[in-house]
């Protein structure tokens, strides 16, 4: 399977502990998205990068978040000191993003976080 | 303020008949917009793109329309099948080819 590939699938924690996900994207892709999808409500935006440069962090996205894409290659978002509102499934998007042209992104299973 | 907004009810038709999907957003100027579709407990998946200068798109049976006055999109299933009971998304561009996504519509179809 060439897709893209989330870690774990499911994640339950308790509360005040730190969590982290990691995403392999679709190995040519060169822009990989993190995304926060709660039930009822369509994915938002966390942040994304171009190869290992984070361009773009949501306001959604507090300093107890981080994520990292080293080498350009998968990437791993981390939720520090979780709270229950952080439960919410996360996806990961990859695409070939290129200058001027359309951005289909390609998600993962995504990794539903439970924080009790 | 930005808002895109799909029916948050569930459109239930029946099978071989059309189902229509409505996408409106306000305060935005996307470039393009796509539709997704997304099955419970799944990542969504890709269906069509549509750019701001292209009126309609088809894929098989599938057709989206785009209409940047209104500031509307309708996704179209025609023949539909029970296969296609799911919940679609509509994104918009809103720069550096970031997305922004709809609450999303689920449909469902009955045999």
């Known amino acids: 399977d060439t897709g893209v590939s989330q870690d774990p699938r499911h994640k339950i924690t308790k509360r005040g502990q730190n969590v982290t996900f990691r995403c392999d994207p679709i190995?040519?892709?060169?822009?990989l998205y993190w995304y926060r999808q709660t039930l009822g409500q369509g994915p938002e935006f966390l942040t994304y990068f171009q190869n290992e440069a984070q361009l773009e962090k949501s306001r959604l996205l507090s300093d107890r978040f981080s994520a990292e894409r080293p080498k350009g290659s998968f990437s791993t978002l981390e939720i520090q000191r979780t709270e229950q509102g952080d439960s919410a499934m996360y996806l990961c998007?990859?695409?070939?993003?290129?200058?001027?042209?359309?951005?289909?992104?390609?998600f993962g299973p995504g990794t539903r976080l439970t924080v009790l | 303020s930005q808002k895109i907004e799909q029916n948050s009810e569930a459109l239930n038709i029946q099978e071989g008949k059309t189902a229509t999907l409505t996408c409106n957003y306000t305060n935005y100027s996307p470039a393009y917009l796509q539709w997704y579709r997304q099955d419970p407990g799944r990542g969504p998946v890709f269906l069509l793109l549509i750019r701001e200068n292209e009126k309609e798109k088809r894929k098989e049976r599938l057709k989206v329309t785009f209409d940047t006055t209104l500031k509307q999109s309708l996704f179209h299933i025609t023949a539909s099948q029970p296969a296609d009971s799911a919940t679609y998304l509509c994104a918009l561009e809103t720069g550096f080819q970031k997305l922004v996504f709809g609450t999303g519509t689920r449909l469902l179809v009955s045999p």
């Open positions: 998007a990859s695409s070939l993003g290129s200058s001027g042209g359309y951005n289909e992104q390609f």
């Open positions: 190995s040519e892709h060169n822009r």
